[in-house]
């Protein structure tokens, strides 16, 4: 099935430094892909959507210049968290979109916990 | 404005015992709907969804959900439940306008806890 591959699981910086998060399917391609973040005992809130080749779109109150967002090819997303601050501290989760099947599918990683300290 | 409702925090069910969690939504146009799984940590797992045309669903490990759209609504069922059934559940629906570019929206999760 399909897979996407999200790395680093959990990563700890210092504030201030730069975090780059990497979102990679595994065995199909996605053309869009979403990134969420997520606070201790909430829901995912989407933090942008980015197609493949083109510039991210960004959710309303989602800073697009602390959260650089690439997609340079089919199979690789990454977000980076510039100058994180303790605040960006979250769970950050991407998600694929996926059509195998012929179905409207959805395939996430498993989630990178970042930690600014 | 479009949203998805998960009106329980948490749902206790004894092992064996039938199993509901509950979603409505409100959103334009046919939507498309999904319930997901979440363990600790992790990102999401995907239970089953709803396109089109049956309005009941059957999904991974037992699960099943109906479709009712004059009640707008997506209830998500298991006949008898497990331990390992105690995991956070997620309503999301993707609204079928061309504008919406394929996005979720999740409800806010509900904790499903099964006791032996």
């Known amino acids: 099935g399909a897979v996407v591959s999200q790395h680093p699981s959990r990563v700890i910086c210092k504030s201030g430094t730069s975090v780059k998060i990497e979102c990679r399917s595994l065995?199909?391609?996605?053309?869009?892909m979403f990134w969420y973040r997520q606070f201790p005992k909430q829901s995912l809130m989407l933090m942008a959507t980015s197609n493949e080749g083109s510039k991210a779109t960004y959710e309303q109150g989602v800073e697009k210049d602390k959260f650089l967002i690439n997609h340079a090819s089919l199979t690789l997303s990454t977000l980076t968290v510039t100058s994180a601050h303790p605040e960006d501290s979250s769970f950050y989760i991407c998600?694929?979109?996926?059509?195998?099947?012929?179905?409207?599918?959805?395939?996430f990683g498993s989630g990178t916990r970042l930690t600014v300290v | 404005a479009q949203s998805v409702a998960q009106p329980e925090d948490q749902v206790n069910v004894a092992e064996g015992n039938p199993l509901t969690v509950k979603c409505t939504y409100s959103?334009?146009?046919?939507?498309?709907l999904f319930w997901y799984v979440q363990y600790p940590n992790r990102g999401l797992q995907f239970l089953l969804k709803?396109?089109?045309?049956?309005?009941l669903v059957k999904g991974s490990y037992g699960f099943e959900a109906e479709f009712n759209k004059s009640q707008t609504s997506f209830h998500l069922k298991k006949p008898s439940a497990l331990v390992s059934d105690s995991v956070l559940y997620f309503c999301?629906?993707?609204?079928?306008?061309?504008?919406?570019?394929?996005?979720?929206?999740f409800g806010a999760g509900t904790q499903v806890v099964v006791t032996p």
């Open positions: 709803y396109i089109t045309g049956d309005n």
């Open positions: 998600s694929a979109s996926n059509r195998q099947g012929g179905g409207y599918g959805y395939t």
């Open positions: 065995d199909f391609q996605a053309t869009t």
């Open positions: 999301a629906v993707r609204p079928s306008t061309p504008d919406s570019w394929g996005k979720l929206q």
């Open positions: 959103v334009s146009g046919n939507p498309y």
